[in-house]
């Protein structure tokens, strides 16, 4: 199985495991589902699992920022 890591804003890991975007702003969303649409034409359809990674200090695969991230482990 491979493994391909994401580090994501924390508030976009929530969204996408737990397949709720409540949270988030209009904008946030449109971010989001540009970055999934990404991954899937590159990677195909998986699964996202966390990772046992703290969160840190990084940029985020979704909107390029510096923010709080955490690592997404996405297995293929």
């Known amino acids: 199985m491979q493994s391909i890591k994401f580090s994501i804003g924390t508030e976009f890991a929530i ?9 988030l702003s209009d904008e946030e ?4 589902d540009t970055f999934s649409n990404k991954v899937i034409k ?3 359809h998986a699964h996202f699992a966390l990772s046992d990674d703290p969160q840190e200090f990084g940029k985020c695969a979704v909107t390029g920022l510096q923010s709080s991230v955490t690592t997404l482990i996405l297995n293929k």
């Open 15 to 23: 969204a996408l495991i737990n397949a709720d975007v409540s949270g």
């Open 29 to 32: 969303e449109e971010a989001l």
């Open 42 to 44: 590159e990677h195909g």
